[in-house]
């Protein structure tokens, strides 16, 4: 048994699975899916290939990936009556709450008994995928008034997301930007909300149960919920020129004060996702206009260099999504819904990975408590 001592906090670097999905290199800012380089996928792939692949182990066949944009354009619609459940929703609830109870109650529309049929697991992985952005856009929507849209049925799985949430197709590059964000954000090894998906999955809880206990993980500003923060942040500081002063006084102020956005457990050198999606956004900007907190990001990114840089704390993928997002008009609080939305795909193949050979997950604590406390009745105690 280990002391207390020896239990590495928050489980760093200690293995605990083997995986065949994705691989980072945190030194070498290298991170691959199913063997192939992400930043290619980024650039010649789409979220269904990339899904498809995550999930398979292989790229589709031409075939294969026709039928695949079929059956996922065919689950995108959910049940009348979920709409009705998210449209009692509190407008004012995080989405990242309201997606997370969306989940749960999609699972009881199609209720899912054992996890031991691999159709019926087939037919709840499509329907998560297909049905995540119909789910964030509905409640996107009904909390500004409007009603919810209908799934586009001639547009790809990032084009009807944004159709979805704001009721007119993307031009071709805002539509690659999205496709190219959430292929970026949808696997990333034994990160929180995954560990939590094969935690869940382990116990053979059904896929609806194990892909919303991952939302709610991700839900966290330590983990999904940073690209919010990093918008807040980035509003606070208001110009390029606020940078320096504003770190300086938030140092001075707390000596461990984390910068959003930065920092990785993995990572020790700048994400290679952030450095994606920074050629992505100055591609889009170039289209819409370049906007204020892009520039603050990139002179509070080189405040910070110096600063952390030897610790190994470089921008993470969420440093510039935010800014990406917030450029295409979508609301702060869906920047973590739409991670969901991309990581979903994550999630499940890690969740049949586990059921492959399953075992529950139980590990060791070390007991830190007292021992031998009298029981002292009600009436003996002040
Ligand atoms: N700003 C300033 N210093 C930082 C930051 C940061 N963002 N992140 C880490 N450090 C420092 C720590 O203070 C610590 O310094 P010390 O050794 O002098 O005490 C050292 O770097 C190591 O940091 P830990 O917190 O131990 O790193 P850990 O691996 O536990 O945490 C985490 C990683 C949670 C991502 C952390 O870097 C953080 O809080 N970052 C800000 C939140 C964020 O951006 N989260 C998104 C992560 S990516 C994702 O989920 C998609």
Redesign the pocket.
């Known amino acids: 048994m280990s002391s207390p001592s020896e239990i590495p ?2 489980l ?1 670097d200690v293995p605990v699975a083997k995986s065949a999905i994705s691989i980072i290199d945190g030194k070498r800012a290298l991170l691959s899916y199913r063997g192939i380089a992400v930043e290619q996928l980024a650039k010649d792939s789409s979220f269904e290939e990339t899904t498809w692949l995550l999930l398979k182990g292989d790229l589709p066949t031409q075939r294969q990936l026709a039928d695949f944009h079929h059956e996922l354009r065919q689950r995108r619609k959910v049940h009348y009556k979920l709409i009705e459940v998210i449209k009692n929703f509190p407008a004012t609830g995080h989405p990242m709450d309201a997606l997370q109870c969306s989940v749960s109650a999609l699972g009881m529309f199609y209720p899912t008994r054992s996890v031991s049929d691999n159709a019926a697991n087939w037919e709840a992985s499509l329907r998560l995928i297909a049905s995540l952005p119909t789910l964030v856009a509905a409640f996107a929507r009904l909390r500004r008034g409007e009603l919810p849209l209908d799934p586009h049925p001639d547009l790809d799985h990032a084009g009807n997301f944004y159709y979805m949430l704001f009721g007119r197709e993307p031009s071709p590059s805002v539509r690659k930007v999205i496709d190219a964000c959430l292929i970026l ?1 949808a696997e ?1 090894g034994f ?2 909300s995954t560990f939590t998906a094969r935690v869940t999955g382990s116990s053979l809880a059904n896929p609806y149960a194990t892909i919303s206990a991952a939302v709610g993980s ?1 839900s966290g ?7 919010e ?2 918008l807040e942040m980035l509003s606070e500081i208001g110009t390029a020129a606020n940078a320096k002063p504003w770190l300086d006084a938030k140092r001075a102020a707390n000596p ?10 993995v990572y020790k050198v700048k ?1 290679p996702r952030a450095t994606v999606l920074q050629e992505l956004a100055e591609r889009v900007f170039a289209e819409t206009s370049r906007p204020a907190k892009y520039d603050v990001a990139l002179e509070l990114e080189k405040q ?1 260099i110096p ?2 840089g030897a ?3 470089y921008p ?4 510039y999504s935010g800014v990406v997002y917030s450029s295409l008009g979508i609301e702060t609080d869906i920047f973590t819904p739409i ?1 969901a939305v991309a990581r979903v795909a994550g999630w499940l193949a890690h969740w049949l990975e586990q059921l492959n050979g399953n075992r529950i997950y139980r590990p060791e604590q070390v007991y830190v408590g007292n021992t031998d406390v009298p029981y002292v009745s009600l009436d003996k105690r002040p």
């Open positions: 906090a928050g760093a954000h990333h990160n929180a991700l500003p330590l983990h999904g919920g940073a690209n923060e990093v461990s004060f984390k910068v959003m956005g930065m920092g990785h457990r994400d910070c600063i952390y610790k190994g704390v993470n993928v969420d440093f991670f």
